[in-house]
C-alpha cells in the first residue's frame, strides 16, 4: 500500500506559480510511475503529467505545456508540479496518484489539493 499525501494548493492571482509537492509513504516508492491528475467543478478528473521512476516525462496536456513541470525526488519519496502562468481554468482539486510502470490504471491517490486561481 502507498500513501499520498498533496500539498501547496491555494489561492493565487492570474499569471502567478505555485508548486504542488506529493509526499508517498508506505511501501516501497521504488518503480512506481506517478502523475498528476486534476478534477475541475462539473469536470471528469484528467492526467495533467506523469513521470517515470527515473524521472523520464511520459505525458504533459496540452492546455498546461509549456507553464507546468513534474518532477521528482526519490531520495525523498517527493513528486512535485511546478506550475507557472496559471490561468483561472487551471482552477480545480489536483490529485497525486501512482501505480505501477505494466499497468495502466492508476492504484494508489492521494485526497487531494484545491488550487483557485483569480482572474
Known amino acids: 500500500q502507498v500513501q499520498l499525501v498533496e500539498s501547496g494548493g491555494g489561492l493565487v492571482q492570474a499569471g502567478g506559480s505555485l508548486r504542488l509537492s506529493c509526499a508517498a509513504s508506505?511501501?516501497?516508492?521504488?518503480?512506481?510511475?506517478m502523475g498528476w491528475f486534476r478534477q475541475a467543478p462539473t469536470k471528469e478528473r484528467t492526467l495533467v503529467a506523469s513521470?517515470?521512476?527515473?524521472?523520464?516525462?511520459?505525458y504533459i496536456a496540452d492546455s498546461v505545456k509549456g507553464r507546468f513541470t513534474i518532477s521528482r525526488d526519490n531520495t525523498k519519496n517527493m513528486v512535485y508540479l511546478q506550475m507557472n502562468s496559471l490561468k483561472p481554468e487551471d482552477t480545480a482539486i489536483y490529485y497525486c496518484?501512482?501505480?505501477?510502470?505494466?499497468?495502466?490504471?492508476?492504484?494508489?491517490w492521494g485526497q487531494g489539493t484545491q488550487v483557485t486561481v483569480s482572474s
Open positions: 496518484a501512482a501505480r505501477q510502470p505494466f499497468k495502466t490504471q492508476y492504484d494508489y
Open positions: 508506505g511501501r516501497t516508492f521504488a518503480g512506481y510511475f
Open positions: 513521470i517515470t521512476w527515473t524521472g523520464g516525462i511520459t
